[in-house]
């Protein structure tokens, strides 16, 4: 089975967040999918292949460093950019960022315009938003 394509895959565990997330970023045109947690977000995963993922570090059930560390022994899910999307202060050192697959990163206390420059930045695109 050919694992559907998105753009955008949100894990996310504080809900109003997540489907926040989800309705701006489809009012953009990207094709979004969510996760409430790690162990949904890598289930998720075996079915769809997003161009980037926004990733929250803290979560229940299974961390973002621990979805990282999954995603890096699968060869199809350790080239998907990721976002790291969180509230937390500390941030992966550079050389832990690189090992993880980590080349963005947007503090939640930074807001939606910053999210979506990193979004912009990482897919590759201009100021256009994309085709639906």
Same mark, same amino acid.
């Given at each position: 089975?050919? !694992? ?8 996310? &565990?504080?809900? $109003?967040? /997540? ?6 970023? +489809?009012?953009?045109? *990207?094709? +979004? #999918?969510?996760?409430? &947690? ?12 997003? /161009?980037?993922?926004?990733? &929250?570090?803290?979560? !229940?059930?299974? $961390?973002? /460093? ?5 995603? /890096?022994?699968?060869? @199809?899910?350790?080239?998907? !950019?990721? =976002?790291? *999307? +969180?509230?937390?202060? $500390?941030? *992966?050192? !550079? &050389? ?8 963005? @990163? ?6 939606? $315009?910053?999210? #979506? ?5 990482? =897919?590759?695109?201009? #100021?256009?938003?994309? #085709?639906?």
């Amino acid at each position: 089975m050919t !694992p559907l394509t998105v753009d955008i895959f949100v894990i996310e &565990d504080h809900a $109003d967040t /997540r489907r926040a997330l989800v309705r701006l970023l +489809t009012s953009q045109g *990207y094709r +979004t #999918q969510s996760a409430a &947690d790690g162990l949904e977000a890598l289930e998720r995963l075996e079915k769809l292949t997003p /161009r980037v993922i926004i990733l &929250d570090r803290m979560m !229940p059930v299974m $961390d973002g /460093r621990a979805v990282l560390n999954h995603m /890096r022994k699968n060869e @199809r899910l350790k080239r998907i !950019p990721v =976002i790291d *999307y +969180t509230a937390g202060s $500390d941030a *992966y050192t !550079p &050389d832990e960022a690189a090992e993880l697959g980590v080349i963005g @990163r947007v503090p939640k206390v930074a807001g939606w $315009d910053k999210l #979506q420059s990193e979004i912009k930045r990482v =897919i590759g695109e201009s #100021q256009e938003t994309p #085709q639906s």
